[in-house]
C-alpha cells in the first residue's frame, strides 16, 4: 500500500497496516509523533506499533518486551508503541478526509468519574491503583496526512480523548479505563495546518473517525458478551470519589 504525499486527502489510508503475532504496526514514513503510552513524547518514526498481551502478562521492563515483540514480528524499526489486553483482531479503523484513527477498546478495568456528589468508593477507589494487571484499555491512535503546528499536534491528544471520552460514556457509560493512553501523528510533508479545534477540519475528521472506530472496536470485542454495566460488576476498575475543595480564583480565602 502506497503513501499518500503532499498531504493528500484521497481514498488511501494514512496508515499502512500490517497485523502480525499479536502486533499491529501503523506505518507512514517520516511521521512526527506525540505520545501519552509508556515511553511517551515527541518523536519521529516510520511506524508505531499496538501490542497486545497475554493474560497475566507481568512485565517489568515494557521496553525490552516491546522490542522483543516488534522484532519477533519481523518488522523493523522502532517508535511508539501502546499495550493492551485486547486482541489485534478487534481492532479498527476509521478514515476521514485527512484523518484516520485506529482503535482497540477493552473496559474490563472501567474508570467511573460521577457527577452527583460523593457516592460510596469502589474497588480501588478514590483512583488508587492496586497493582493488579489490566483487563482491558483503550488505545487510540490518529494520524493525519497534515503537517500540525506544534501546539495543533499536542491539542489533538486531547480533541481524541474527547471523542474517545464521549464515545465511551454513550456506549457503556464510563468516560475511560484505567490504562488508556492516546498517540497522535502527523505528516511533516503535508500541508501545513496551525489548529486542530473541534471546528477545524483536522479536529472534526480526528473525532468522527475516533468515535466510529471506537464503536466498531467495543461491538467486536463484545460480540459474544457483555462489558462490564457498572465498576463494581467489572474485575478491575475504580471510581474517583470525593470532592475537591474549590474557590474562586483569585480568592485571599
Request: hydrophobic share 40%; aromatic share 4%; with cysteine.
Amino acid at each position: 500500500m502506497s503513501r499518500a504525499t503532499g498531504g493528500s486527502d484521497g481514498p488511501t489510508p494514512v496508515f499502512d497496516s500490517t497485523v502480525r503475532d499479536g502486533v499491529c504496526r501503523l506505518r507512514r514514513p517520516g511521521t512526527r509523533w506525540l505520545s501519552t503510552g509508556y515511553d511517551g513524547g515527541r518523536s519521529r518514526a516510520d511506524a508505531a506499533f499496538l501490542v497486545s498481551v497475554p493474560e497475566g502478562w507481568d512485565e517489568t521492563d515494557v521496553s525490552d518486551y516491546v522490542g522483543r515483540r516488534v522484532d519477533a514480528a519481523g518488522f523493523a524499526g522502532a517508535g511508539p508503541a501502546l499495550l493492551t489486553g485486547v486482541a489485534m483482531r478487534h481492532a479498527h479503523r476509521a478514515r476521514r478526509g485527512p484523518v484516520e484513527a485506529v482503535v482497540t477498546a477493552g473496559v474490563g478495568n472501567p474508570a467511573a468519574l460521577p457527577m452527583d456528589g460523593d457516592p460510596p468508593t469502589s474497588d480501588g477507589g478514590d483512583g488508587a491503583d492496586d497493582g493488579r494487571r489490566h483487563a482491558g484499555t483503550v488505545n487510540v491512535v490518529v494520524g493525519t496526512t497534515r503537517s500540525m503546528a506544534p501546539g495543533a499536534l499536542a491539542n489533538l491528544v486531547a480533541v481524541a480523548a474527547e471523542a474517545k471520552a464521549a464515545t465511551l460514556l454513550a456506549e457503556v457509560g464510563v468516560p475511560g479505563t484505567t490504562s488508556d493512553a492516546v498517540v497522535v501523528g502527523c505528516d511533516p510533508a503535508g500541508d501545513h495546518a496551525t489548529f486542530s479545534g473541534s471546528a477545524t477540519p483536522v479536529g472534526s475528521a480526528a473525532r468522527v473517525c475516533v468515535r466510529d472506530a471506537a464503536k466498531a472496536a467495543l461491538a467486536s470485542r463484545y460480540a459474544e458478551e457483555s462489558p462490564p454495566a457498572s465498576v463494581d460488576a467489572a474485575a478491575y476498575g475504580v471510581v474517583s470519589d470525593g470532592v475537591a475543595e474549590v474557590k474562586r480564583v483569585g480568592s485571599a480565602e
